[in-house]
């Protein structure tokens, strides 16, 4: 695996395999990678002939300055993983390299950002297109692959890449979740054990919620996650929605649309922790 730090390193050794006719993956993180993370690089190993791995931490999505200073960091335990799971390339960029001037660029994702974590995050998902569009212009990757956790990132991103017609194909992979059911997130790092055996309890209620479907209205089941949730003294909630899986507008009905999806924040002491579940999928 090669580690690269600078944007001409990496277009260079890029540009020399599209020319061979290679296939390029790209997995965006911010490291302090974990199992999920490992996924989406053997599914990228797998479909493509080399695999990029980008690690930044990006500041320009973090709008909580002490949750930036906080996030977990283990570069060389990740470059280790990298390699282990295939990686052809590490991208290791420092902030002077990605913003050697500050990017005032706005996106505007209409509804897909004027709800759940685009209310609580302000100007958050204006962070991630400003980084995740400067990676796909330097990477110009076949394929992208994001976590499933991170829904609306997910359908933000597809958006980004259509109005910027940037032919990339996105592609999203399904949450992995530790033994307990807690979607595993580089933030359970900051947990302690009982704040993780309380964390789990949010999958727990997730999967209790989805037996409900058959029986009770979208509102009934959000009453039913709120009141669990609100119910444990070590957990906040932020919010819980359940949304049209395209448009991530709420619904009312389960028939209002063909993929239905719950999306959940909950503090675990300081830790924010998102997670979500597929009621109904269209496919
Ligand atoms: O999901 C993440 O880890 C980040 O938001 C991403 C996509 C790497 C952009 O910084």
């Known amino acids: 695996m090669q580690v690269i730090k600078t944007k001409n390193q990496l277009s260079?050794?890029?540009?020399?395999?599209?020319?061979?006719?290679?296939?390029?993956?790209?997995v965006?993180?911010?490291?302090?990678?974990?199992?999920?993370?490992?996924?989406?690089?053997?599914?990228?190993?797998?479909?493509?002939?080399?695999?990029?791995?980008?690690?930044f931490v990006n500041p320009s999505q973090f709008n909580?300055?002490?949750?930036?200073?906080?996030?977990?960091?283990?570069?060389?335990?990740?470059?280790?993983?990298?390699?282990?799971?295939?990686c052809?390339?590490?991208?290791?960029?420092?902030?002077?390299?990605?913003?050697?001037?500050?990017?005032t660029r706005v996106f505007n994702f209409g509804q897909l950002e004027e709800v759940m974590e685009g209310v609580y995050r302000k100007g958050h998902f204006n962070g991630v297109a400003q980084i995740v569009s400067k990676l796909f212009d330097i990477v110009q990757p076949n394929k992208a692959y994001f976590g499933q956790k991170d829904f609306q990132q997910l359908a933000v991103v597809r958006k980004m890449v259509e109005q910027l017609s940037m032919g990339i194909e996105i592609i999203s992979c399904p949450i992995v979740r530790e033994k307990s059911g807690l979607a595993m997130s580089s933030r359970n790092a900051l947990l302690t054990l009982e704040q993780k055996e309380k964390a789990a309890l949010i999958s727990k209620y997730l999967i209790e919620s989805f037996t409900f479907v058959s029986t009770k209205t979208p509102a009934e089941v959000t009453g039913f996650v709120k009141k669990s949730i609100n119910a444990e003294p070590m957990l906040r909630l932020e919010y819980f929605e359940i949304v049209d899986g395209t448009t991530l507008q709420g619904i009312h009905d389960w028939t209002d649309a063909s993929c239905v999806v719950g999306c959940i924040a909950v503090y675990c002491g300081s830790v924010r922790l998102i997670d979500n579940i597929v009621y109904k999928n269209a496919d």
Do not use: W
């Not at 260079?12 to 790209?26: D, H």
């Not at 993180?29 to 080399?50: F, K, P, W």
């Open 12 to 26: 260079l050794i890029l540009t020399e395999e599209r020319s061979k006719g290679c296939n390029i993956g790209l």
């Open 88 to 103: 052809s390339i590490l991208f290791m960029p420092d902030e002077q390299e990605m913003y050697p001037e500050q990017d």
């Open 28 to 55: 965006p993180t911010m490291g302090a990678l974990h199992q999920g993370h490992i996924s989406l690089i053997e599914r990228c190993v797998q479909e493509n002939d080399i695999c990029v791995c980008s690690l």
């Open 64 to 86: 909580d300055k002490n949750d930036l200073i906080k996030y977990p960091r283990q570069p060389e335990k990740d470059a280790q993983l990298l390699r282990e799971a295939g």
